[in-house]
């Protein structure tokens, strides 16, 4: 299955030229190092910044689907990227692969038993079983989808490295190990044990599939909120890949009730969920249209695998529809169409916009699935079984099977109709599915071929069953419904939709830069907040008066008559502002829904208009981000809230980049008993004070003469002998306005 001229093909083409682009000997820099084999400079950001190697595995991954899509580039520059592993494989003679820093020591600590390990920190280092599982995952795909000989030899002793490390730890050592971010650890051990038909991997998939979420997931409970997304979407795809594999009942249980949690109640219209990459408490979505940071491009990469699992098992076309939605609407819309780079976050906050990866300097996670993604375009456009062929998505693509291609024909998501040829060498008897779209007018789907007209069938599908000789165009008409879809339990927020688009407006200014920065938080669009009141208030009927305009969707209706809302497809919209969610009201409670609007910009005006920086304590990328340090701690998620409760001193960065702050704010939740909290300055202690649960869970400091020139603030937070409150975030904070 390869892709056709359209839209995807683009895309595609455009990442496997941002791949082959990449230096392979700065991919390797980590590895070579590690292994202490000789090496020049490495990629710069998180390459150099904690999470060096995991690019790599992100690009082996994408240049064996391309190897296997025909592309001899792509082929050779993933020859010469396992021959540089097998390299270092060899220098440290025990089968260990890894650009993590200091990995090999990390586990020796571990086989004595020390054990130090957070939610996204083991040993001191930046989630290495998830940086690992990057490099393993691009080994197997080498394997499975490329057929390399030579990544075969190294991936099975890489196999055996980890198969040996884990056999000498014991469960509970292993539980403790599983609490920093295992990545996709289990899936990928499950899909080398059926490849080369491994029971000791397959052993390892399921020691390693984390109980602890498994079991309530399979006891049908819904236990997301404040998790992080990306940690755990994988861990699910790990247990639909072991259902299919013949696992107990329970983990395809768990699979499915995490789909049906993700996707109905926290998954937005582009396919995408998450805020600031933690999923929102079960139909809150109160965060998804304020914050700056919304759904994360890693999170509907994966989301799309555990969709194309989830299909295999059950032939649910709302797997299918979920695919084509994410495809269509985020993951072509998070690829820049000229650059290549990558979005990290889409805000669904009105108003705001995103930044893309930069080549060099810009190697978040998201930038390496992004480099994956497109890749895989073509892996779900066609279903085959003995004797049919199902066309199941309508992007551009062809196939050949025994002498008759199939090929689709399509502009969408950016057109509507599309044409389905069947062509035969020779006469051939073949059934052939054509799945009928989301968002078509409901009756209206039809299908031309041989002047006769077809209708589909009540399960939606255009059913063919015929023999084929030549070439046969089958015409597929679809006329695009626009409709309104709102959140899970909230129809005070909505988006347009036209077909297969999601449509945005695009809004003059103020102007932003579209590209990320070089610093560690470049990911994060920190243009200003506009404020929500000045968003168009859109009446739930306020589409039956819409028109079609030269490709575009103009809403004209009386709630939005102050101006015009011009609507284009979300896909096609880059490096400006943007509307993707609209607030939605009667005409009659217009008012009070502006009023409530209002009162969220007073309130962030207070606090996020004098924030210079801040750290969120308990959530992965802004710990990571300020470079917090633990010693002793722990974290957890209460009243909607991420914490960590320190004992040990834990030690963080804020930046003041224009030099101008003037308070500190320090945030908990209460507790039960006094808890102490001390701040300190380079060496200087702030604060110290005992923390009654009667207290205000909300300390401001002055900082006085500290805050004379400083730009970097070193600080840190403790708990002395005792262990500090449930601290929640700190606040770096300028003159109050006005």
């Known amino acids: 299955m390869t892709l056709a001229p359209g839209p995807f093909a683009h895309a595609q083409e455009l990442a496997l030229r941002s791949a082959l682009q990449l230096d392979p000997d700065k991919l390797l820099a980590p590895f070579r190092r590690e292994a202490g084999l000789p090496t020049g400079p490495g990629y710069g950001g998180w390459e150099s910044d904690g999470l060096d190697g995991h690019t790599l595995g ?25 021959r540089g592993l097998r390299d270092c494989q060899l220098a440290l003679g025990t089968g260990y692969l890894g650009g993590v820093p200091d990995g090999v020591s990390l586990w020796q600590e571990i086989a004595d038993g020390r054990v130090e390990a957070q939610t996204f920190d083991l040993g ?7 940086n690992l599982h990057k490099t393993l995952t691009g080994l197997i795909d080498a394997v499975v989808h490329a057929g390399s000989a030579s990544a075969r030899v190294v991936t099975a002793d890489y196999v055996a490295w980890w198969v040996r490390t884990f056999a000498s730890l014991s469960d509970t050592r292993v539980e403790q190990v599983l609490r920093t971010e295992p990545g996709g650890l289990s899936a990928s051990f499950a899909r080398w044990a059926d490849a080369a038909g491994d029971p000791a991997a397959m052993d ?9 979420f498994l079991e309530p997931l399979a006891a049908g409970g819904d236990p997301l909120d404040g998790l ?26 768990a699979a499915e009730t995490f789909w049906r949690s993700v996707v109905g109640h926290r998954t937005t219209a582009i396919g995408g969920d998450s805020v600031r990459e933690h999923f929102p408490p079960r139909d809150d979505w109160s965060s998804m249209f304020t914050a700056r940071e919304g759904p994360e491009t890693c999170n509907t990469v994966n989301m799309v695998e555990l969709a194309r699992e989830m299909y295999r098992r059950s032939g649910d076309p709302a797997h299918l529809a979920y695919i084509d939605r994410a495809l269509s609407a985020h993951l072509l819309s998070a690829q820049h169409p000229e650059h290549g780079g990558i979005v990290y976050f889409t805000s669904h906050r009105p108003g705001h916009h995103r930044v893309y990866s930069r080549p060099e300097t810009g190697f978040w996670c998201c930038m390496g699935t992004g480099l994956e993604a497109p890749a895989r375009y ?14 199941q998505l309508l992007i551009a693509a062809r196939v050949h099977d025994e002498g008759v291609i199939v090929e689709v024909e399509s502009g969408r998501p950016f057109g509507d109709d599309a044409i389905v040829t069947v062509t035969a060498a020779s006469p051939r008897r073949l059934a052939v599915g054509v799945r009928v779209p989301e968002g078509v007018v409901p009756g209206a789907a039809v299908a031309r071929i041989d002047g006769d007209v077809v209708r589909p069938s009540s399960d939606g599908w255009f059913e063919f069953d015929r023999e084929w000789r030549g070439r046969t165009a089958i015409e597929l008409e679809l006329p695009p419904l626009l409709r309104w879809e709102h959140p899970a339990g909230d129809e005070g927020w909505g988006w347009i939709v036209d077909g297969p688009r999601v449509l945005a407006e695009r809004l003059a200014g103020p102007a932003v830069d579209p590209l990320g920065t070089d610093a560690r938080m470049g990911h994060i669009a920190r243009g200003a907040l506009l404020p929500l009141a000045e968003a168009p208030i859109l009446a739930p009927d306020e589409l039956v008066g819409a028109e079609r305009r030269d490709g575009f969707v103009v809403v004209l209706g009386e709630m939005s008559a102050h101006r015009e809302v011009v609507l284009e497809p979300f896909a096609a919209l880059h490096d400006d502002r943007y509307i993707l969610s609209f607030p939605v009201a009667s005409e009659r409670d217009a008012g009070r829904r502006r009023t409530e609007l209002a009162a969220e910009d007073a309130r962030s005006d207070a606090l996020e208009g004098r924030t210079l920086d801040a750290i969120s304590f308990g959530q992965q990328q802004p710990e990571s981000d300020h470079g917090l340090t633990l010693v002793d701690s722990e974290s957890g998620y209460d009243e909607g809230t991420h914490w960590r409760r320190f004992r040990g001193e834990g030690a963080f960065t804020l930046q003041d980049w224009g030099a101008s702050a003037v308070e500190l704010r320090i945030a908990w939740l209460r507790d039960t008993a006094p808890r102490r909290l001390t701040v300190s300055l380079d060496d200087e ?28 603030w070193w600080l840190a937070v403790g708990g002395g002998e005792a262990t500090t409150p449930r601290l929640t975030e700190v606040r770096l904070m300028s003159a109050r306005l006005g």
């Open 378 to 391: 073509a892996l779900s456009v066609f279903g085959r079984a003995p004797g049919r062929i199902d066309v």
């Open 58 to 82: 992100h690009v082996l991954s994408a240049l064996a689907a391309h190897a296997a899509g025909g592309s001899a580039a792509a082929r050779e520059r993933m020859e010469v990227i396992v």
């Open 204 to 212: 390892l998939a399921l020691r390693l599939a984390v109980d602890s």
């Open 124 to 130: 001191g280092r930046w989630a290495p079983l998830y």
């Open 685 to 712: 202690v702030l604060v110290d004070r005992l923390v009654d649960p009667q207290d205000e869970p909300l300390f401001d400091l002055d900082l006085g003469a500290h805050a004379d020139g400083r730009v970097q």
């Open 228 to 253: 992080h997304a990306n940690a755990h979407i994988p861990l699910a795809v790990g247990y639909a890949v072991l259902a299919r594999l013949g696992a107990p009942a329970r983990y395809g249980r």
